[in-house]
């Protein structure tokens, strides 16, 4: 884990992607579920996805959680890659595109870092200008 920093999970076991994933209709439509529980740990999609030179981003609160109270198992994802599969395929077959969920969380993904780096652009200049009219 890398500290003050985020990192890319990779997904393992039958534990479902921390966001929404889309879901195909009978009719061909899609509509979306949110598939994070709140009743779940809060450091579930740290201690469950952690393995040798992954990165995880996550956000400050969850990195303090897993600080303070996470368990973290040693490497959970390598060697599950059959398990993995049947998972995927699994969710395909009751109409999960794993293409749509990795969109929908590449495109989330995106907008929220943009947002904070839009965030402290601003902070950073606020600064600036405060400190440039103090001197």
Request: hydrophobic share 30%.
């Amino acid at each position: 884990m890398e500290v003050g920093g985020s990192a890319t999970a990779t997904h393992s076991r039958a534990t479902p992607p921390p966001s929404r994933a889309t879901s195909r209709s009978g009719q061909g439509g899609s509509r979306r579920h949110h598939v994070r529980d709140p009743a779940y740990a809060d450091t579930r999609y740290v201690d469950e996805l952690v393995a040798p030179g992954v990165v995880n981003t996550m956000p400050e609160q969850t990195l303090r959680a897993v600080a303070d109270h996470g368990h973290i198992q040693g490497d959970t994802i390598h060697g599950t890659y059959e398990a993995s599969q049947q998972v995927l395929n699994d969710l395909e077959t009751v109409g999960v595109s794993y293409a749509d969920v990795v969109r929908v969380l590449e495109d989330e993904g995106i907008a929220k870092f943009t947002a904070s780096g839009n965030e402290l652009f601003e902070q950073l200049d606020a600064e600036l200008h405060t400190t440039r009219t103090a001197t």
